[in-house]
């Protein structure tokens, strides 16, 4: 193989004009030019990167594969341009094929160098240059990959302080009412001893006894009432409970109504019980109806401790396959509980505009939801405190749309272009990393063969995240 051209031509091209002859020897002895006709593949994205291409005429143009359809990234006709297997220096990029695709446009010549054999001539020639390389790219990929893993652990450290804050409700209100709750049990069976000594004969007793379940029953299923109708049921109820001379009827009355009791309710407890026990018999219902009010609230609280774990569960796919076939949704509601006290704390309103019908989609879920989780913090500080946060679902052609909106102050035109790149932030120093959206878009685009734009305006801007339906091949 020989390019057959004379040191003359290959110094009028900008990478060779300083090296020696013996060197030029060597480029024209192993380098073949080669000719493409109009709208021919040169090469293809992922092939093995066996050639290093300068351009000696014509136009070429570059592109990347974006969810299964071609996406020019570039096109030139300047002579002497360099593509294909620019880093053949590092061994490991020969091994990974090329990073994108070339087509000619014009009928071109292309200088054709073997990568290996040029990999092993270049150290021989410039070690010092290489050296030099080797490390500003290793190190560039390994302070991406330090910041990247501190952009996932600040992402985590914001969920778990989230997720602390929301288990530690539940879990407060569930000890909170377990202390109430051995009160009132103490209470209630002093006053059952108190009725038990008195004179109830064995019918009222059995009366009461009747009114007790029935009431621990309709706890379950008291009505939520507002503020004002509350008040006027309490006052309705303090007011009978005087009337019958029943001590501290302030008290009592907001137990009742809290457990869906009426005058009515409390008439048949006076007709069931003396006179005499009207004011114990009273305060034992009370004490079975709040003792039922209070196993509901640990019911409810560690209900909720149990569908919080199972969303970080969801969250982070413990014990589940990397890649499988997933309901998106799942990924996003989980997401959205993890985020809820921030959401909460920035007073944001969220509306789901999901469409549940969507069939599952191949996907590794756990990156998916670093997606979200990085797009929605997104929104979220760019409200600023207020604003409502739009997560809509559906289908679109052949793909699966997730689209998060949020009514901030949009991005500008000139900064939209460059919100995927690895590094850019709009934040302070310290702020922020400007890695969360490129990874987004590396997931997305890269893992995924899918896409990710952006649409904004003053009060409306969407991420739109778009994922094949189907597994790519």
Same mark, same amino acid.
């Given at each position: 193989?020989s390019a057959?051209?004379?040191k003359d ?8 004009t ?9 480029v024209n ?9 109009a709208?021919?593949?040169?090469f293809?994205?992922?092939?093995p ?7 000696l ?15 020019e990234?570039?096109?030139?006709d300047?002579?002497g ?8 220096y ?26 290996g ?7 021989e ?8 390389l ?5 190190g560039?990929?390994?302070?991406h990959?330090?910041l ?5 652990l600040l ?10 804050h929301?288990?530690?409700?539940p879990?407060a ?11 009132r049990?103490?209470? #209630? ?5 108190? &009725? ?7 019918? !009222?007793? /059995? +009366?009461?006894? *009747?009114?007790q379940e ?10 939520e009432?507002s503020?004002?109708a509350?008040?006027?049921?309490e006052d ?7 009337d019958?001379e029943?001590?501290?009827?302030w008290?009592l ?11 009515a309710d409390?008439?048949?407890v006076?007709?069931?019980a003396e006179?005499?026990?009207?004011d ?23 209900s ?5 774990v199972?969303?970080?569960k ?10 499988? #076939?997933?309901?998106v949704?799942?990924? &996003?509601?989980?997401?959205l509980?993890?985020?809820? !006290?921030r /959401? +909460?704390?920035? *007073? ?6 999901l469409?549940?019908?969507l ?5 590794y ?24 946060l ?7 052609d ?24 690895p ?8 702020e922020g990393?400007?890695?969360?959206l ?5 997931v ?14 003053p009060g409306?801007t969407?991420?739109?995240i778009?994922?094949? &339906?189907?597994e790519?091949r």
């Amino acid at each position: 193989m020989s390019a057959n051209l004379t040191k003359d031509q290959l110094r009028e091209l900008f990478l060779f004009t300083e090296l020696s002859d013996e060197q030029l020897d060597w480029v024209n002895d192993n380098g073949d030019v080669v000719e493409f006709a109009a709208d021919t593949e040169v090469f293809a994205e992922g092939e093995p990167a066996r050639c290093f291409w300068v351009l000696l005429s014509g136009t070429i143009a570059m592109s990347r594969m974006v969810g299964g359809d071609r996406v020019e990234t570039g096109r030139t006709d300047q002579v002497g341009v360099y593509l294909g297997a620019v880093t053949f220096y590092l061994e490991e990029s020969l091994e990974n094929g090329y990073a994108s695709g070339a087509r000619a446009i014009t009928d071109v010549r292309l200088l054709a160098l073997p990568s290996g054999k040029l990999a092993l001539a270049f150290r021989e020639w410039f070690p010092m240059a290489v050296h030099l390389l080797q490390g500003m790219v290793l190190g560039t990929r390994r302070g991406h990959a330090i910041l990247g893993q501190r952009e996932r652990l600040l992402a985590l450290g914001k969920l778990s302080a989230g997720l602390t804050h929301e288990l530690n409700n539940p879990a407060a209100a569930a000890a909170r009412a377990t202390a109430t709750l051995r009160e009132r049990v103490a209470g #209630m069976r002093h006053k059952l001893g108190m &009725l038990a000594e008195g004179k109830l004969d064995k019918d !009222a007793l /059995l +009366a009461l006894t *009747g009114l007790q379940e029935e009431f621990a029953d309709r706890v379950q299923e008291a009505p939520e009432l507002s503020g004002v109708a509350a008040t006027d049921m309490e006052d309705e109820l303090t007011d009978w409970l005087d009337d019958h001379e029943v001590a501290g009827g302030w008290d009592l009355a907001p137990v009742f109504v809290a457990g869906g009791l009426r005058v009515a309710d409390l008439e048949r407890v006076r007709t069931a019980a003396e006179e005499t026990s009207l004011d114990g018999a009273l305060r034992w219902l009370a004490y079975t109806v709040e003792t039922e009010s209070l196993l509901r609230e640990i019911t409810d609280s560690t209900s909720r401790i149990t569908a919080l774990v199972g969303a970080a569960k969801q969250y982070s796919q413990m014990d589940r396959a990397p890649y499988q #076939m997933i309901d998106v949704h799942d990924g &996003l509601k989980a997401t959205l509980v993890m985020l809820g !006290a921030r /959401l +909460a704390k920035f *007073g944001i309103k969220v509306v789901k505009d999901l469409d549940l019908s969507l069939p599952k989609i191949p996907a590794y879920p756990a990156e998916l939801n670093q997606v979200w989780t990085n797009v929605i913090d997104n929104a979220v500080q760019a409200m600023n405190g207020s604003g409502t946060l739009t997560v809509r679902t559906c289908q679109d052609d052949d793909w699966l749309l997730v689209e998060i909106g949020d009514t901030g102050p949009g991005i500008p035109a000139d900064i939209r272009r460059r919100v995927f790149e690895p590094f850019f932030t709009t934040k302070g120093v310290g702020e922020g990393t400007g890695l969360g959206l490129d990874v987004s878009w590396r997931v997305v685009v890269n893992r995924h063969h899918g896409d990710l734009t952006v649409e904004s305006e003053p009060g409306n801007t969407r991420f739109q995240i778009r994922l094949p &339906l189907t597994e790519h091949r």
